[in-house]
């Protein structure tokens, strides 16, 4: 037993040795997730805690699951749970559907030149911050110097107020992402399109297939694959929410945090406004717990349906 032991050890050793270059490579990514996402895990006691920062994680009274209780029983988890995986669904199903829009209507354009120049503009969006995307939405939707605030007064509208209006943002912010993120997440399915056969398609054309035949039996079909890793991969942060966006846009009007309020903004002014380090703790706890059982059940979902399309 001893011997097998450490035949496979060496044998270990051998193999790194034989893929050194590998293995290097694979270094930084290793060291990554040691430093970000294995080394802080001991602060999830954080959690179970009533933190003081004079005494330190471990040496602050244990009060159990009290945290959750206390955020279960107020209401705010619910709310906070519903806002974000609802804005997530919106994301990714809206998101993925105009990607793979873009996309074909792309792969149809025959000019290389405007073909270039569309996937540019298309992509800049995404490289711009959060900041300037807040400052951008609220140059337009100011109420006393916005755009189309100014735009609709002149047309006779009456003012409108949209930063005291939560039932407003629930169309306004998935519309900001998706003008943000088309682009850049239509490049995959692009790069897929490219991928499939040029002969089959050039056949479907010789046997008087028109466009929306050729996109509806060809590309569609080839792209299964690739709409459901994507899919699988984004279900896996759908009850994380996008910070810079939400937080930038909103700011701290707590008029719209009934419609707007998500785990990420309220863990950070839990942790950075009003220091309560322990609730803060337990939601994003609860957050990583459903996000992991939710990515699992749908992986076992896909698994018994197609074993070739889930993830393991």
């Known amino acids: 037993m001893k011997s097998k ?3 496979k050890m060496g044998d270990f050793f051998h193999n790194l040795y034989k893929y050194r270059t590998l293995t ?26 009533n933190y003081n920062m004079k005494k330190g ?8 699951l009290k945290n959750f209780e206390f955020m279960a029983a107020s209401g705010k988890l619910w709310e906070l749970t519903k806002n974000t995986i609802l804005y997530n669904i919106v994301f990714i199903v809206l998101g993925n559907i105009c990607a793979i829009a873009t996309a074909i209507l792309l792969n149809e354009i025959r000019s290389r030149y405007f073909k270039k120049v569309s ?4 992509l800049l969006p995404h490289f711009i911050s959060h900041v300037l995307v807040g400052l951008l939405v609220f140059n337009l939707l100011n109420s006393d110097t916005g755009l189309i605030c100014r735009i609709l ?9 949209p930063y005291t209006d939560p ?7 998935p519309l900001v992402n998706l003008w943000q993120n088309v682009g850049y997440d ?62 930038n846009i909103i700011g701290a009007n707590s008029i719209l945090f009934p419609t707007t309020d998500i785990i990420e903004t309220f863990v950070y002014r839990s942790t950075m406004k009003d220091f309560n380090f322990s609730t803060a703790s337990a939601v994003g706890l609860y957050q990583s717990l459903v996000g992991f059982i939710m990515v699992m059940g749908v992986n076992f979902t896909v698994k018994k349906i197609d074993p070739e399309y889930s993830l393991f």
């Open 5 to 7: 032991k450490i035949s």
């Open 24 to 49: 290097l490579m694979c270094i930084p990514a290793v060291a990554f997730f040691f430093l970000f996402n294995y080394m802080p895990m001991p602060g999830i006691y954080v959690a179970f805690v």
């Open 57 to 64: 994680i471990f040496g602050s009274p244990f009060i159990g």
């Open 119 to 122: 996937q540019t503009l298309m």
């Open 153 to 161: 007064t002149s047309l006779g509208h009456e003012k409108w107020l």
């Open 167 to 173: 039932k407003v943002w629930p169309i306004i912010i």
């Open 186 to 247: 239509s490049i995959v399915y692009f790069a897929a399109i490219c991928g499939i056969d040029a002969e089959m398609i050039e056949a479907a054309k010789v046997d008087g297939a028109n466009g929306f035949q050729r996109i509806r039996y060809i590309l569609l079909p080839s792209l299964k694959p690739t709409i459901i890793i994507l899919l699988l991969f984004s279900l896996g942060g759908i009850i994380k929410g996008n910070f810079g966006l939400f937080y």
